[in-house]
């Protein structure tokens, strides 16, 4: 079992930063690897940013550039840096992560709330 805790979500101003925390607990030495999703209301969960135990990172398209995503010295933390934001970020961020032998994200945190106001 992991345990995943996110902190860092709230309002902010458009152009404005906030940066997340995903920490895991548990069974971590399990982990391969860490993403975050979003979700805005009345929409799908969307895939936000990965990180591999190796440091490899993925992101979202239409991402890349405004957000940075990073893992102190062990998959046990990641922080999601977002930047200029834009209302359109507004959304519940989710951290997920996939451990050994899963096909896909197979534990995942409560949410936290990002708000960006125009």
């Known amino acids: 079992q992991v345990q995943l805790v996110e902190s860092g979500g709230g309002l902010v101003q458009a152009g404005g930063s906030l940066r997340l925390s995903c920490a895991a607990s548990?069974?971590?030495?399990?982990?391969?690897?860490v993403a975050w999703f979003r979700q805005a209301p009345g929409k799908e969960r969307d895939f936000v940013a990965d990180i591999s135990r190796d440091g490899r990172i993925y992101y979202a398209d239409s991402l890349k550039g405004r957000f940075t995503l990073s893992k102190d010295n062990s998959i046990d933390t990641v922080h999601l840096q977002m930047n200029s934001l834009k209302p359109d970020d507004t959304a519940v961020y989710y951290c997920?992560?996939?451990?050994?032998?899963?096909?896909?994200?197979?534990?995942w945190g409560q949410g936290t709330q990002v708000t960006v106001s125009s």
């Open positions: 997920a992560v996939r451990t050994g032998g899963a096909p896909s994200y197979d534990y």
């Open positions: 548990g069974r971590t030495f399990t982990i391969y690897n």
